[in-house]
C-alpha cells in the first residue's frame, strides 16, 4: 500500500499491486488493473519510488524469534 495525493489535496492509499500503467499528461494519472483512473499531485518518480519501496517491504523475509520463558530456563 502506497499513500498519494489526489488534486484536491486529499490523502488515500492505494494498493500498490492493482497499478497497470503510470502517465504524465501533465498531471500524473494512474491507471488501475479494474480500468479506473486517478489523477494524482505525486509525480511519476515519487511513485515509482514508492511501489519499488513497497515490494521490497513486501519481499522481506520474517524473523521468527525463539524466547524461551523464564519458566522453561530454570527447569
Do not use: H
Request: charged fraction near 25%; include cysteine; hydrophobic fraction near 35%.
Amino acid at each position: 500500500m502506497i499513500a498519494l495525493r489526489r488534486l484536491n489535496n486529499q490523502e488515500f492509499i492505494l494498493n500498490a499491486d492493482l497499478i497497470e500503467t503510470i502517465e504524465s499528461t501533465p498531471d500524473t494519472m494512474v491507471t488501475l488493473t479494474t480500468g479506473r483512473k486517478i489523477m494524482v499531485q505525486n509525480g511519476i518518480e515519487e511513485l515509482v519510488r514508492k511501489t519499488v519501496k513497497y515490494r521490497q517491504l513486501c519481499n522481506q523475509s520474517i524473523q521468527i524469534v525463539n524466547a524461551q520463558s523464564s519458566k522453561g530456563q530454570s527447569e
